[in-house]
Structures are given as C-alpha cells and as structure tokens.
C-alpha cells in the first residue's frame, strides 16, 4: 500500500468551486466504494466530511460532494467560504482491515 | 457526547519504545459496535493508519508497522494503547486516536492528536 496522492494545494474565492482529487491504484482502492475525506483545521480533531464516496454525514452542509470515477476519488467544495480554509485529507479501504490515506491538500480560501 | 484524547510523553529517545494512551470520555469502549484505531502524521507530511482494535482484544495493524506495533485495550479504564518499540526520528509525528463502527469503513470521530518528538 502506497499513501494515496492529492495535490499539495488548491485554492478558490469566496463563492467558487473547487474539486480536491485522489488518485490510487486498484489495490488501494481495493475495489471498495469505501473512501471518506476528512477536514482538519491545525490543532483540531480531523472531522468526517463525506464516507463511502459520496455520503454525507450529518451535519455537514451539502456544498461538500464526493464522487469517484476509476482510481481517482474526488471532493467538490461548492459556495466557498472562509471556514472551508483547512486541510483535506482522502482515505480509502483497502481490503483485510487496512485503510491507506492520501497525502493531504491545503485549501486555501482566496 | 463520546470524546477522545491521546496522552502520553511528548519526546522519546532512539532505539526506545513510544507509548501512548487514549481516554475514551462519555461512552464506553466496551461497545461491540465500534473498532478503535491509532492514526500517526509525520510533519508535512499525509495521515499513516497504524491499526485497529476491537474490545475483545482483536487487532490489525498496518504491515510497514506490523513487527513494532501493539495496540491493546484496557475496559476496566476505558481506554486502548498504542506502543510502537526501536523508534527512529522517522517515527515523529502527530498521533492520533479515532473511532470507526464495526459495520462501517471510515473514522467518524478523532482526537485532537498528540505530538511525539523521537530525539536523544
């Protein structure tokens, strides 16, 4: 298993979309529908953001979508606001109780 | 509400073993419903699963780790452990403790995390 790969930084203005990608292998993915994204604001718990895909958890507003195509997950962040302005991190199941996790995307609100 | 916090010395020697706790605050870690997981990131650096443990004991552990790790559960403190031996400045890193439902394959709820330094 090999971390998952995000691009290291996106950015976006108050209002806009941003889309955070990330890419795996077969056996990283291991041919689950299981990956979440996780937000974290620096000295704060990681929160849940979306799980198996595309679900939300409650809570978190429906400007945050997930969607997946191949070996490549994706989290859209609509209506950028500046509390959105942390890091995302994307994980996966990979089979036999393991879970590998990507590298991590700072977004920045502009 | 269930809340979780890591505690455990901030700076550890080379070569010596990390060890560090996670209090499990408002629920029970005895609960048959949930897995209970250590999740490390190195500074600058993407989060790394170490493993899980159910109450009963059951654990998995990420094999790059799998020859150093141990995780093991306390229910009479309601708390589980991680101890990670031979560490090297490779191993400092933010720590961190999580839950995820038994039927489930995501973490909906973590610590705050805590920072080991490995530094003579």
Redesign the interface.
Known sequence: QSALTQPRSVSGSPGQSVTISCTGTSSDFGGYDYVSWYQHHPGKAPKLMIYDVSKRPSGVPDRFSGSNSGNTASLTISGLQAEDEADYYCCSYAGSYTWVFGGGTKLTVL | QLQ?QESGPGLVKPSETLSLTCTVSGGSIRSSSYYWAW?RQPPG?????IG?IYYSGRT?Y??SLKSRVTISVDTSKNQFSLKLNSVTAADTAMY?C?RRHAN??????????TLVTVSS
């Open positions: 979780l999740i650096k993407g989060l790394e699963w899980s998995y990420t094999p961190y999580a489930d394959r995501y973490f909906d709820l973590w610590g705050r995390g």
